[in-house]
């Protein structure tokens, strides 16, 4: 992808996980993200290139 290029992905779901206490992020068909309560970001695609 071009790096000038910005692409946006429509947000499906924001909750939080209650066994873990973070915070899951739904967008696209593709990506998940989640972020810890200590603030530590993750995020799975299931895209070959993100």
């Given at each position: 992808m071009n790096?000038?290029?910005?692409?946006y992905i429509s947000i499906y779901l924001v909750t939080t996980?209650?066994?873990?206490?973070?915070?899951i992020i739904i967008?696209?068909?593709e990506?998940?993200?989640s972020?810890?309560?200590e603030g530590k970001v993750?995020?799975?695609?299931t895209e070959a290139e993100f």
């Open positions: 790096k000038n290029v910005h692409a996980d209650t066994r873990t206490g973070g915070l967008a696209g068909e990506i998940e993200a972020i810890s309560p993750s995020y799975e695609s």
